[in-house]
């Protein structure tokens, strides 16, 4: 039986509390980024987008959403979420372990819980939504940028950015100019800051890489 197949029916047989917790143990041990994947699929796909949203104890599985996207990128040897509360996770890459760091950048006032509670769909907006998205992106994205340089972390540390703005498809190359030239002014509180918009990883030592798609 497929994991897939097999979440259904283990959510009915236990509580979405008890469920959440013992997958989030999963996942705090290492694991290979295709095995990380393919169970946070699931399991994102086992919980409605309201409880995902809402719940407290849901966090880390919109974290592992983000991290699993990052191991398409980096392709670590493993990866794993973090039972500490700083950082949010850890990948090894060359026999070294990384810490890092994960936000999630939105929209002034957007608020996520809200736009999905009660089976709610957020719409897609108009076409000016989404030309004023583009010109907000930029000092979004350096304000989150600087809020988590103003905590401790340790000097190895990578600050990973989901870009959560969908302009669907408007001003690319402006957006990815914007997104490069916060990256270049910010802070060397990180290794490296990451920023993951779209199909693109962005990287603070100016590097642009485009999802790869020998395995999805």
Request: hydrophobic letters at 40%; glycine letters at 4%.
């Amino acid at each position: 039986m497929s994991l897939s197949s097999a979440v259904p029916n283990v959510i009915e047989q236990m509580s979405l509390a008890d469920y959440l917790l013992q997958e989030r143990y999963w996942f705090q041990q290492p694991r290979t980024p295709i095995e990380f994947l393919e169970r946070i699929r699931c399991v994102d796909a086992a919980i409605d987008s309201e409880f995902l949203f809402n719940r407290n104890d849901a966090k880390w599985v919109r974290e592992a959403l983000i991290l699993a996207a990052y191991g398409r990128f980096m392709r670590p040897t493993w990866q794993r979420l973090s039972s500490e509360t700083r950082p949010d996770a850890i990948i090894s890459e060359f026999g070294l372990e990384i810490p890092i760091e994960i936000s999630m950048v939105i929209e002034d006032g957007r608020q996520l819980g809200t736009e999905y509670r009660g089976g709610s769909v957020p719409s897609d907006g108009k076409l000016s939504d989404w030309l004023a998205k583009t010109e907000t992106i930029e000092s979004m994205l350096a304000r989150r940028i600087a809020a988590k340089a103003l905590k401790p972390y340790s000097s190895d540390t990578r600050l990973l950015v989901y870009l959560n703005m969908n302009e669907w498809g408007v001003r690319q190359t402006e957006v990815q100019s914007a997104i490069l030239a916060v990256l270049r002014q910010s802070t060397n509180q990180f290794s490296y800051i990451d920023v993951l918009w779209k199909d693109r990883m962005l990287r603070s030592s100016g590097d642009v890489h485009v999802l790869p798609g020998t395995w999805v």
